[in-house]
């Protein structure tokens, strides 16, 4: 699946298990949901938590909001079943957590064909595990159903025995490890969260560490949380108009037979205009995305 202009800017993970949280989540101004049956589900609410977030998942349900669910690991009991319900519920994509290999996403891709999930269901991958990041370019390049992978970052800072410092030195590696196994298939690429609710500067300087390095958007553990992710990983006003700037003075340089083209003492080429086209685009669903809030 090519990467496409789609807001990931926040995307919030939802207990499968709490039935007041999916209703409150059709209100909430996150660009994408992750209905959890994983971490955020206890084992004996598991199988009841399948049924409501399958149902929950409905197309349309929460808009255009992009709806994935994250299932149970295939070696776990509840993993192929919940591949098999997640493939039927109408949601946007599966996520898997923990994943190691190119053969897992593979299997579980198996399963969702074989349960007749629809070609324009995409699998996500969690990247959480020491294994699962120097294993990230064969699976960034499982499947062309992939459609992007997430950061597990508490998991990864677990496994690694380091510390979850501001500047996130001790995990530099493994997140950029990511990014390039990500761009490098076209995927989508979502940062981890960040865990300490009541430090609004740390989290908003996590969200622009991400935009730095290049993440699509932050993934988010409570509501508080998506108006920041939603400023920071948005395009300003400054930013669109300079694209736009840019994209007309290209086409009126191709008009006359030209190949670049200076925009305020700056070389314009197709590089440019490609990043450009990306970033009025992302503009455009944003504003998609907040009309059908308001509706």
């Known amino acids: 699946?090519?990467?496409?202009?789609?807001?990931?800017?926040?995307?919030?993970?939802?207990?499968?298990?709490?039935?007041?949280?999916?209703?409150?989540a059709r209100s909430l101004?996150?660009?994408?949901?992750?209905?959890?049956?994983?971490d955020a589900t206890?084992?004996?609410?598991?199988?009841?938590?399948?049924?409501?977030?399958?149902?929950?998942?409905?197309?349309?349900a929460y808009g255009?909001?992009?709806?994935?669910?994250?299932?149970?690991?295939?070696?776990?009991?509840?993993?192929?079943?919940?591949?098999?319900?997640?493939?039927?519920?109408?949601?946007?994509?599966i996520l898997l957590p923990k994943v190691e290999s190119a053969a897992t996403v593979r299997a579980a891709e198996t399963i969702m064909e074989a349960a007749g999930a629809p070609a324009s269901m995409s699998l996500w991958c969690m990247m959480e595990t020491p294994r699962g990041i120097l294993e990230a370019p064969a699976i960034a390049a499982a499947t062309p159903r992939l459609a992007g992978l997430v950061?597990?970052?508490?998991?990864?800072?677990?496994?690694?025995?380091?510390?979850?410092?501001?500047?996130?030195?001790?995990?530099?590696?493994?997140?950029?490890l990511c990014l390039l196994a990500a761009r490098a298939n076209g995927l989508a690429i979502l940062d981890g969260v960040y865990l300490d609710l009541n430090d609004d500067e740390g989290f908003a300087q996590a969200c622009r560490q991400g935009v730095d390095l290049g993440f699509d958007g932050k993934t988010l553990i409570h509501p508080k949380t998506i108006g920041v992710a939603?400023?920071?990983?948005?395009p300003s006003a400054?930013?669109?108009?300079?694209?736009?700037?840019?994209?007309?003075?290209?086409?009126?340089?191709e008009a006359e037979g030209k190949a670049v083209v200076l925009v305020d003492g700056k070389l314009i080429e197709n590089l440019h205009v490609a990043n450009a086209r990306r970033i009025v685009g992302l503009a455009q669903r944003i504003a998609e995305l907040n009309e059908d809030l308001k509706g």
């Open 1 to 24: 699946m090519a990467l496409s202009a789609r807001p990931r800017r926040s995307v919030l993970y939802m207990p499968g298990s709490n039935a007041r949280a999916l209703e409150k």
């Open 29 to 38: 101004a996150a660009d994408g949901l992750i209905l959890d049956l994983e």
């Open 42 to 60: 206890a084992p004996d609410a598991k199988e009841s938590a399948r049924a409501a977030v399958c149902a929950a998942a409905q197309p349309g």
């Open 64 to 93: 255009k909001r992009e709806v994935l669910i994250r299932v149970n690991g295939l070696e776990t009991r509840w993993g192929h079943d919940d591949i098999v319900a997640a493939a039927r519920s109408g949601c946007d994509g």
């Open 151 to 176: 950061m597990g970052t508490s998991d990864l800072a677990k496994d690694l025995h380091c510390a979850h410092t501001p500047d996130r030195q001790p995990m530099i590696t493994a997140l950029g």
């Open 230 to 234: 939603n400023e920071v990983f948005a």
């Open 238 to 253: 400054d930013e669109v108009a300079w694209s736009e700037r840019i994209i007309a003075a290209h086409a009126a340089a």
